[in-house]
């Protein structure tokens, strides 16, 4: 009910939002059909940052806010930033998709990097006398044959997909958030479900490939974060929590479902004290949380456009800065998660029960 109030209050707002931005096109530049706008200037819809004092794009044609994508406006670096990492993650899953076996070369490549651990762990097993010959036998092909025995993928695409459908919603989202009021409010609910959907697909491949050999745990954390995921998608598509000031609590679950993770990593952990690609996958991960707390950072505090209003339109401001750190963090997922599917390409259950 709510919903249909918003609505029609939308379709109300959006004529008269056209038509008072065409008056301000007309007194302000009658050579330039579709000029930069000021924050003052703007639709009350498109008021989010008062830090931000110039370049805005209001109501702008879809044509023409598609063609944006090559001009100057405080959302390029917006678009940009998420459109690279899309392309990024898409010829990262056509490469992994095209060359398995060169994916497994890369990844010995840099687990061999870490040497010290993996060998200390070997003689570690050594050590440990007969009971653990299997495992060293399992740990020298690692590190000698890059050949791959049979384990499922889907987990590793499924955090692939995810990443690239948050990154692809919300380059769509800056781009042509500018065209309508009512598009604005989609186009912001599609974003907020890209981001849900990145969180909880980043699950996958660690949850997946860890717990593979229990399965009731398994099936527990994976059950757990998508059920966490549906309800945040919930919560954050009714109509109230749409609005700018909400944004904390918007954040706070986004943080919420980021911390569940917590429970299964230090169970795996636990569980896998002694594994040799512990500290490999420790620093991918721990690289991934750092990223995504700093990009938070910035996107709540609003630094550094808040310490100097209107130096930081085109470049610089935080949402970009935030952008950047959330493919930074999707990349060190990627890495933890190769590892993951390395692991379990090589060494089954029967290796490690
Ligand atoms: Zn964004």
Redesign the pocket.
Known sequence: MDQDKNKKTSLLTVPEDNCSSKERIDSRNKGEKYPLLSYHELPDYMKDNEYILDYYRANWPIKEAFFSLFRWHNETL?VWT?LLGFLLFVGLTLANLVDVPQMVDFVTMITEQFPSSAESNISKNLSLGPTKLVDLKQESSILTSPEITTTTYWPFYVFLCGSMFCLLS?SI??LFSCHSHRLNIHLLHI?YVGITVMIITSFFPPIYYVFQCTPHLQILYLTGITIMGICTIIALLSPALSAGKYRSLRVLLFVSMGLFGLIPAVHALALNWDDPHRNITLAYESGMALSYLIGTGFYVSRIPERWRPGWFDLAGHS?QI??VFVVMGALAHYGAAQIFLKYRSTMGCDAIA
């Open positions: 917006n998420h919300s989202c800056h974003d949402h935030f952008h």
